[in-house]
DNA sequence: CACCACCCCTGGACGC
DNA sequence: TGCGTCCAGGGGTGGT
């Protein structure tokens, strides 16, 4: 579940305790976790067969003994970047979470958790992930982080409405549909099922309409809500369905403005009308069949 | 090239 | 209470 909002919330969390703190000792407790600088590209394929061979992961390669700046992030990847320029790539995927403890106290919950960062105050940093649909990706400097994330599209929080707008436009030859468009994090970064279906009911725009059936109005008026919906729920804190919690373990409130996810079955708030639900670029969908028409 | 079905994984919900 | 089954979904891979 964690999208854009959910990441955003995490990094400002754990902006106070991590920022200047000096790495004193690493811990990979799942080597399959990580990717490290020369491994075969492509991320997830570590978990497939025939399986990429284990290395010998060294601490430094965590960054032990290494300072870190203030964490980034860009669509749902945070970044924890040292003062040396190495980083660590952090999708949380479905189950993922970067759980902070203060000097002397515990992480909780503290079973699958994959990596370890002491830092030089006493505190810990964890990444678990009960799934592991996550991963850490090792980067040696700040231009092998900049090329991975020169593959996203614009990012749906600090972008403007027009960027988006154009990256939308970009397809507008294309009969995919606008949500599996929303999804695909090469044209907008940040955006997942949740948010998907809800700037698309807050559009007006059925969720299978084509890209080339949106026209630029429309295109336009879904970026709008596509930052607007990604905007409020950062305010929020997030949505915590059941996993998501900050680097605190706090949870976030966004989940209270929804007004399709989850809800199909119930009454749009808006008209009134049945909510439906379907696949829609093999996911769950929910829309309104009075707020969102179907495209011709 | 564009798009889609499938797969990875665990835990919670639900039915019997 | 316990067991089986289904489902959640980000995103890479391979097939069409």
Same mark, same amino acid.
């Given at each position: 579940?964690?999208?854009? %909002? ?96 203060? %000097? ?60 988006? /707008? ?56 879904? /970026? ?56 829609? /670029? ?15």
């Amino acid at each position: 579940m964690p999208e854009l %909002p959910e990441v955003e919330a995490l990094r400002r969390s754990l902006v106070p305790h991590i920022t200047g703190r000096t790495v004193v000792r690493a811990t990979l407790h799942r080597r399959d976790i990580a990717v490290m600088p020369g491994d075969p590209e492509g991320g997830f394929s570590r978990q497939r067969s025939p399986k990429p061979r284990p290395k010998r992961m060294r601490a430094a390669d965590l960054l032990a003994e290494q300072a870190f700046v203030e964490p980034v992030r860009r669509g749902k990847q945070i970044a924890l970047v040292t003062k040396a320029g190495q980083a660590i790539v952090v999708h949380l995927g479905m189950t993922g979470q970067l759980r902070w403890a203060a %000097p002397g106290g515990r992480v909780t919950p503290g079973d699958h958790v994959h990596a370890t960062w002491r830092l030089d105050d006493g505190s810990r940093l964890v990444f678990r992930d009960p799934r592991r649909f996550g991963g850490l990706w090792l980067l040696p400097d700040r231009s092998a982080l900049d090329a991975r994330w020169a593959e996203l599209g614009p990012d749906a929080l600090t972008a403007n409405a027009g960027q988006i /707008a154009a990256a939308l436009c970009a397809w507008s030859g294309s009969r995919r549909a606008i949500k599996a468009a929303l999804l695909d994090q090469g044209v907008v970064a940040g955006v997942g099922n949740i948010y998907a279906d809800e700037a698309l009911f807050r559009a007006g725009v059925h969720p299978e309409t084509p890209l080339s059936g949106l026209g630029g109005r429309r295109a336009r008026r879904i /970026a709008q809500t596509v930052r607007d919906v990604i905007t409020a729920a950062v305010a929020a804190g997030g949505s915590t369905l059941r996993d998501y919690a900050d680097g605190d373990g706090n949870p976030g409130s966004a989940q209270r403005s929804h007004k399709v996810y989850g809800r199909a079955g119930e009454p749009c708030t808006a008209c009134g009308a049945t909510l439906e639900s379907g696949q829609v /670029a093999q996911r769950t969908t929910v829309w309104c069949p009075g707020c969102q028409p179907e495209p011709i």
